[in-house]
């Protein structure tokens, strides 16, 4: 009975020990997230990116060196993106629009999905012969 219990007890022993790579896998890959964000000035055309290890972080700082850039009060965090790209762009008549993409098969492709989105983004806010001026990746 003891040595049916001890087997037990190891068995059991052995499946959580080898569970536990695993596991620090997991845990590793979430605390490597990088977020990413966009902020643009729409009265003067500045636009500044960063990428920092939270959303608020990357905000905070793309905001606060977009408005010491543009030295104007209109700046904004149109998009952030964790672990992925993101986009701005603008049209020839000032609308801009925003967008973010990622493709786990092929992360460069990203760049082209977020470049498309914020194109799009931009034509349905009324841009005119919108284009992508700035994209920036936030990957770990």
């Not at 904004?76 to 493709?103: Q, T």
Request: proline share 2%; charged share 15%.
């Amino acid at each position: 009975m003891l040595a049916n219990t001890l087997q037990k007890t190891l068995l059991a022993t052995a499946t959580v020990l080898a569970t536990l790579p695993g596991l620090t896998q997991v845990a590793q890959a979430q605390s490597r997230d990088v977020f990413g964000a966009i902020a643009y000035s729409q009265s003067t055309g500045v636009y500044t990116s960063v990428t920092a290890s939270s959303r608020q972080e990357a905000e905070r700082r793309a905001l606060a060196h977009c408005q010491r850039k543009s030295r104007a009060g209109d700046c904004s965090v149109p998009v952030w993106f964790k672990n992925a790209w993101g986009a701005l762009a603008v049209g020839s008549n000032g609308a801009y629009g925003s967008g973010w993409g990622y493709d786990t098969n092929n992360p460069r492709r990203g760049r082209t999905i977020a470049g498309q989105y914020a194109v799009q983004t931009c034509r349905q806010y009324g841009g005119v012969n919108c284009r992508v001026v700035h994209t920036r990746e936030a990957r770990y």
